[in-house]
């Protein structure tokens, strides 16, 4: 047998070992994948053979819910992670790894880890479930370009035309389908691509606004904070060359913001930081054009938190130069530059024109900007919208009637998932569990009337995140809703009273950062509202706890420092 010390050699460099010391006794491939405990299978036939007698939890998504149900879970399970990411992102710092102040790595945790061997992954979508079978369709997503970026138009739109075709005659457009069984099915995955592609688990809504979905920069995944990075520094580049004209530059170092919940507020925050605390020193006489807006289509930002807070926030980001539109609506957002104002020069100021945007809203008309920030709501998951969504047969093998008629007295024999007649969200009870109805159908009796409809509960599916909402409690649609429902669900599956106990939500406050060491904590606790640099210690710190592994533990911190002696880092890579 080869010792345990080689269990984390790549396969095939252990076949080789394999073959030459031990010639006389071939050791089949299977044999690595389940004898070595850290490493992952390698076929189906494997996962069934590492199962053993335990139960198989697939886990839909590595989002905040996926994510943290999938580290707490015991191994009496056999974890299944199904994602179209191998990794999750932690959110709340996308917005410091944007503007340099902490690095995209402090943001991630994979969701392979040497901690917990009995997680297995498969990096792909969920096409398909049969209900009643309790098996799982899975299409394969492991080589795509576009992989920790919120894509929302078409898969190829951000190829050059011979990459595109290239890939379309190389490889296939769509990855290979299998099934996978599951004893219990828990989806998490909470948003699509804005114009339905069923790509990426994370992504914003557009609302159909023209353009945006094209020429936005988002933030959501690791790839769009690199990327607007990137284009933070590229415009003050540009506007730095000597033949850039007065008015091209003041459309460069125009950045807009749209949306102002705490992920927009932040972003502007940081991105102030940046302007005031670096770049000012590198580009001293280009600091006084720079100009950053937010613009929402409420008539307040921050809504959420009271008025009193909501003041402090507005004065502090008019003393931070972030400018607030309030009841602003976009119309449109377009590459190139507006058709006025762009100087004696016309298109030609720049290499590329289009490196700057237009963005044109209701109130102010067209607007030259270099740079269109998207920080909205999310999408529901395609998964969600259409194979939840289908009419199936009762699933007696896994759902129970809870009100009304038994199956065979249905007159339609036909059942749908619940959803929420607005957001769309799936319907689940206090345990997380997902509702169903049957369909309505007219009366036999020729009276018109309409037999009423039936309800019962999926046993072994759950959901939990955004893409779910209790009945009669809707609770916000937050990383703090995810994380408490995921930690609650793990507590109850490990311990096997999920039947004796009722998930209940916890509300531990909000918080958001203003800028130049300032944020806002609102709490109905003990410490109540807090605001100025005590709320950003507190925001710092409640972040630094939150976070994962104790790389990260050690790393953020580490980065904090060096950003206070040193500056951030502004490499444009």
């Not at 410091?96 to 917990?116: I, N, Q």
Request: glycine share 8%; hydrophobic share 35%; proline share 4%.
């Amino acid at each position: 047998m080869l010792p345990s010390r080689f269990c984390w050699l790549p396969n095939p460099l252990l076949e080789t070992i394999t073959r030459r010391s031990y010639a006389q006794k071939p050791v089949s491939p299977r044999y690595f994948s389940i004898s070595c405990s850290r490493r992952a299978t390698i076929s189906l036939d494997a996962l069934d053979a590492s199962k053993g007698s335990r139960e198989r939890i697939i886990i839909l998504g590595s989002g905040w819910a996926g994510y943290v149900l999938s580290q707490r879970l015991s191994a009496r399970y056999q974890t299944l992670v199904v994602s179209p990411r191998s990794h999750f992102v932690f959110t709340p710092l996308l917005n410091s790894t944007a503007v340099g102040t902490l690095e995209f790595r402090t943001a991630l945790e994979p969701v392979r880890s040497r901690r917990k061997p009995n997680v297995e992954f498969v990096q792909g979508w969920a096409d398909d479930v049969d209900l009643g079978r309790k098996i799982l369709t899975i299409e394969e997503n492991v080589i795509d370009q576009r992989q920790g970026k919120a894509v929302t138009g078409d898969k190829y739109e951000e190829e050059t035309a011979g990459q595109a075709h290239a890939e379309r005659l190389g490889k296939r457009k769509e990855g290979k389908r299998f099934d996978v069984g599951y004893d219990k099915l828990i989806v998490t995955a909470y948003a699509q691509s804005a114009n339905g592609d069923t790509d990426f688990e994370i992504c914003v809504e557009t609302f159909g606004t023209p353009g945006v979905k094209e020429n936005a920069y988002f933030m959501k995944d690791v790839g769009d904070a690199r990327r607007i990075r990137t284009r933070v520094l590229e415009c003050f580049e540009i506007a730095n060359l000597p033949t850039t004209s007065d008015e091209l530059r003041e459309q460069l170092l125009r950045f807009a913001i749209i949306g102002g919940g705490p992920t927009g507020m932040e972003f502007a925050a940081e991105l102030a930081d940046l302007v005031h605390d670096d770049l000012s020193g590198l580009y001293p006489d280009l600091v006084s054009k720079v100009s950053i807006v937010v613009r929402d289509v409420a008539p307040q930002v921050l809504s959420m938190f009271d008025e009193k807070l909501s003041k402090y926030a507005m004065e502090t980001f008019r003393r931070e130069g972030v400018e607030v539109r309030t009841s602003n609506h976009v119309e449109e957002l377009r590459h190139g530059l507006p058709a006025k104002g762009i100087g004696s020069n016309g298109l030609e100021d720049v290499a590329d024109p289009q490196g700057c945007y237009t963005l044109k809203t209701k109130e102010d008309g067209e607007i030259g900007v270099g740079m269109c920030v998207w920080s909205t709501g999310n999408m529901m998951n395609p998964f969600v919208q259409k194979a939840l969504d289908k009419t199936r047969g009762f699933p007696s093998a896994s759902a129970v009637i809870t009100d009304g008629r038994p199956p065979s007295e249905n007159e339609s024999g036909h059942w749908l998932i619940e959803k929420h007649p607005k957001t769309g969200a799936i319907i689940v009870d206090d345990r997380l569990q997902v509702q169903l109805r049957s369909v309505s159908v007219l009366s036999k009796d020729g009276d018109g009337k309409t037999m009423p409809a039936s309800s019962a509960t999926l046993k072994d599916v759950f959901a939990l995140g955004d893409n779910a909402t209790i009945r009669d409690a809707p609770l916000p649609a937050t990383a703090q809703t995810a994380s408490q429902q995921a930690l609650w669900l793990a507590k109850r599956l490990n311990k096997g009273d999920l039947e004796q106990q009722h998930f209940t939500f916890r509300n531990l406050g909000i918080m958001t950062y203003l800028g130049n060491s300032k944020g806002l904590v609102q709490t109905e606790g003990v410490f109540g509202d807090i605001s100025g640099r005590m709320a950003w210690l507190v925001w710092r710190g409640a972040y630094l706890t939150m976070s994962v592994s104790w790389r990260n533990k050690i790393l953020i911190p580490t980065y904090w420092f060096l950003n206070w002696a040193v500056g951030r880092d502004i490499t444009r890579f």
